[in-house]
């Protein structure tokens, strides 16, 4: 009998313990499962957070996964930029954190606060005043992102008034190496990077190039030379920036690079080169002490710029002409072709930009006040379908690619 009983035991515990397997396997294999793919929005319709609170739920109808949006605070002495010489007033920022405090989210999971990477007039590397104040303006946007419930910032490189990356025009370059320079430029990304994460740990930060900048430089053997091509580079100096980031960032801190020069691609294959440039070839501008780093935190990223493809770029524009060579199904076709294989090679992140396009109707008073191009959001809900359900895009589109280079340089 007492044998019976205990058979009857270690059957109920097997029993027990086969259910909880069966309980535990799909969260264990949750852990490994790849990143959504996630299209964010930015462009010249960037909401301030006062638009945002107010208008959620008609922008959490387009499909995106969230927006890069901006803060009133800090904008007073001089808007967005993040290298200036003078420190903002927090109260600045309390209007910003009441609104997004108000604001529900549901469907915009991911959403980014604008950082302008522009040196204001005489700003200085070398200026210990000038970085601290840096510093304290950095930590303040991060602690109102962090408590407002965004992901991160998103760092926009692409100096609009003063460059901070090209050595030649910098302040001290008449007395100081490029190397001088690298050193310091890379002390300042750790400082940068350390002031971002004692606010917000697990801080992710949406860059619109990295790397994905330099492939033409990337590829050249000699260290010596590679330097040199870069103390000439209109952004020589990012990379010391990053290399700097990598030296100080925690592990949960992630960086994304945009790859902005994705505008423009065409043809698949641009895509895959692109992703093989920002995680192989890209490594020859990472201090071999920061590659592990750098191979596990910084994800690879594509950009779309919606105008290009649908004909909204002035014809003056030798580089933006193609598009109004093409029929309005053949622009919708280049847009979803590109938003597919955008969120197809992506570790993470696509971010779709715009100037003359108005997804949310920021832009009273211009003459793109709620432009969409009939197509448009049809293209990228068709792409983004395709790529959740694992199917393929099931076109191509080199040939009207050519037909319309062909009417193009036929002046038709």
Known sequence: MLQKLTKGVKYFMRLQLFLLVLLLVPLLLAQYERPKKKLIEYGWDVPYTDFVRRHIGDMEKRPFD??????????????????????????????????????KFTRFTDNFVLVWGT???????????????????????????????????????????????????????????????????????????????????????????????????????????????LSQHGYGLLPAFLNGMLDAANSQVIIIDGNEPAYYYRDPDDYFRAYHLMRQRGLSLIAPENRKKYTLQVQAGFALYLDYYFGLIPKEYEWGRLSHFLAPDERTRWCEH???????????????????????????????????????????????????????????IKDVIEAGQTRMHAGQ
């Open 66 to 103: 969230g927006i890069v949006l901006r803060f009133k605070g800090g904008w007073k002495a001089s808007p967005a930029h993040i290298f200036r010489k003078s420190v903002a007033d927090p109260k600045e920022y309390e209007e910003d954190l009441k609104n997004l405090k108000a604001t």
């Open 119 to 229: 040196r204001e007039k005489d700003w200085d590397w070398f200026n210990e005043n000038d970085w601290k104040a840096t510093e304290k303006n950095i930590r303040l946007i991060a602690s109102v992102a962090k408590a407002g419930g965004l992901v991160g910032i998103c760092f926009d490189p692409e100096p609009y008034d003063g460059n901070p990356w090209h050595y030649p025009s910098l302040l001290n370059a008449k007395t100081k190496s490029f190397e001088d320079y690298w050193k310091r430029v890379r002390e300042c990304g750790a400082r940068f990077i350390r002031a971002l994460q004692s606010e917000f740990p697990n801080i992710r930060i949406l860059t619109f190039f990295q790397t994905s900048i330099f492939p033409d430089i990337v590829d050249i053997a000699d260290p010596a030379k590679r330097m040199e091509s």
């Open 338 to 396: 590109n938003v597919y294989y955008a969120l197809y090679t992506t570790d993470e992140y696509v971010w779709c930009y715009s100037e003359r396009m108005d997804w949310w109707g920021t832009q009273k008073g211009s003459d793109w006040y709620g432009l969409i191009p009939q197509g448009a959001e049809e293209a990228i809900r068709s792409a983004r379908n395709k790529i959740d359900k694992g199917e393929p895009l099931g076109f191509g």
